[in-house]
């Protein structure tokens, strides 16, 4: 049970170029999300997916595409990357039972560094 | 609007001493409070977390105290030690139908022999 994984765990881009963020979960869990992380700015909410075949913008989307490819996987993908999104991105999952807390599970990240 | 304002943003402590962070929240339908530890290079991972129809939840050295009425929730750890050094985040969500968590901001703490 590997839970929550990423790939890459470390990406540079040159600014303008296009990348994919891929992230899986084998704990059969409905809902995925995208955060970011930046220094003292705690972890920011991109897009999430409450269940298969939806998707919802989160706090700071603009600049992000995201795709919910199956019950697993959520990709995000940065079409035209910028400086400003150069970031550690986190992953995670959560089973969000009706009535039951939102205990979310994150991956090990992917740190992104545009030049 | 940052929803949950997260203190101290750093926390040096000495063995076996206590580390309290706090957090203050506006939105009176958060109904969950969550809080996140982050070792350097992983990513956050679920400590401990409380209901508001409790004052307090404790877990080995780990307690949260809540006071609903102040919107105030902290983080106690006893017997703090080395192996406690990491950041950690306060969190909110709000009741049924939201998927969201709002972040304090983080508190990095060293715990020093």
């Known amino acids: 049970n590997a839970g929550v994984t990423q790939t890459p765990k470390f990406q540079v881009l040159k600014t303008g170029q296009s990348m994919t963020l891929q992230c899986a979960q084998d704990?059969?869990?409905?809902?995925m999300y995208w955060y970011r992380q930046d220094p003292g700015m705690g972890l920011r909410l991109i897009y999430y997916?409450?269940?298969?075949?939806?998707?919802d913008k989160g706090e700071v989307p603009n600049g992000y595409n995201v795709s919910r490819l199956n019950k697993r996987e959520f990709s995000l993908r940065l079409e035209s990357a910028a400086p400003s999104q150069t970031s550690v991105y986190f992953c995670?999952?959560?089973?969000?039972?009706?009535?039951?807390?939102?205990?979310?599970?994150f991956g090990p990240g992917t740190r992104l560094t545009v030049l | 609007q940052q929803q949950v304002k997260q203190s101290p943003q750093s926390l040096i402590v000495q063995k076996g001493g206590i580390s309290i962070i706090n957090c203050a929240y506006e939105?009176?339908?958060?109904?969950?409070f969550p809080w996140y530890q982050q070792f350097p290079g992983k990513g956050p991972a679920l400590l401990i977390a409380?209901?508001?129809?409790?004052s307090e939840k404790k877990e080995g050295r780990f307690t949260i105290s809540f006071n609903k009425s102040a919107k105030q929730f902290s983080l106690h750890i006893m017997d703090s030690q080395p192996g406690d050094s990491a950041t950690y985040f306060c969190?909110?969500?709000?009741?049924?139908?939201?998927?969201?968590?709002?972040f304090g901001k983080g508190t990095k703490l060293s715990v020093i022999p």
């Open positions: 995670a999952s959560s089973a969000r039972l009706a009535g039951g807390p939102n205990e979310q599970f």
């Open positions: 704990m059969n869990h409905n809902s």
């Open positions: 997916s409450a269940s298969e075949g939806t998707t």
């Open positions: 939105n009176t339908a958060f109904d969950y």
């Open positions: 409380i209901r508001p129809d409790v």
């Open positions: 969190a909110a969500v709000s009741g049924a139908g939201s998927y969201q968590l709002t």
